[in-house]
């Protein structure tokens, strides 16, 4: 089945330890985001790529980091500078221009 | 950057209740989202709106460009329809913007 996989789906790491989220889609879309969700919050972009070996900051990347090396994964390393990490994560992509948005089951991170 | 504004915050229905959540932004969009998460956290994408009227079942998503305003519906609300909806605009090819959700619980 086509789909986007987001693993694991519970993520307990230390404070001050870098982790990595896998987000893996094979709808062959273009475009692939990571979002943070906060309780009482809107989703909040992170980082997006539209196109292979290519991504741009959203709105609170600092503390982040990605990666395209592949059009179907889209991972993302939460560092140890990210001063608030403990959050609900949610991959998605998407297609066209506007493109519809398709999610991962999402990644709950909780840092100790 | 555009701002997305969702009312109710929260919402209580009975089973059966014609049900109607709105969404206002504030700038000029290309199109308009509405998703649903249910408690396990995943989303689903219910519409994308850039005119008009849409209808899948028991939902209807209507948009007002003039007025920048969109409204979901949900008729003869039923149990299983407890999630939270998110509005969310895109503008061209810029990432799109979300409101904070309006979560709904019905009753039986």
């Known amino acids: 089945d086509g789909g986007i996989t987001q693993s694991p789906k519970y993520l307990f790491r230390k404070e001050g330890q870098n982790v990595t989220l896998s987000c893996e889609q094979n709808?062959?879309?273009?475009?692939m985001y990571w979002y943070r969700q906060d309780p009482g919050q809107g989703l909040r972009l992170i980082y997006y790529?539209?196109?292979?070996?290519?991504?741009q900051k959203g709105d609170i990347a600092e503390g982040y980091s990605v990666s395209r090396e592949k059009k179907e994964s889209f991972p993302l390393t939460v560092t140890s500078a990210q001063k608030n990490p403990t959050a609900f994560y949610l991959c998605?992509?998407?297609?066209?221009?506007?493109?519809?948005?398709?999610f991962g089951p999402g990644t709950r991170l909780t840092v100790l | 950057k555009n701002e997305v504004e969702q009312s109710p915050q929260n919402l209580t229905a009975q089973e059966g209740e014609f049900i109607t959540i709105n969404c206002s932004y504030s700038?000029?969009?290309?199109?308009l989202h509405w998703l649903q998460q249910h408690p396990g956290g995943g989303i689903v994408s219910l519409f994308m709106?850039?005119?008009g009227k849409k209808k899948h079942g028991r939902l209807i998503a209507t948009i007002n460009i003039q007025e920048k305003h969109s409204s979901l519906h949900i008729t003869a609300s039923h149990p299983r329809d407890s999630a939270v909806y998110i509005c969310?605009?895109?503008?061209?090819?810029?990432?799109?913007?979300f409101g904070k959700g309006t979560r709904l619980s019905v009753i039986a």
């Open positions: 998605a992509s998407g297609q066209g221009v506007p493109d519809t948005q398709y």
């Open positions: 709808l062959n879309h273009d475009a």
């Open positions: 790529s539209q196109i292979v070996n290519d991504f």
């Open positions: 700038v000029g969009i290309s199109a």
């Open positions: 709106l850039s005119s």
């Open positions: 969310a605009v895109g503008a061209g090819n810029t990432p799109l913007v």
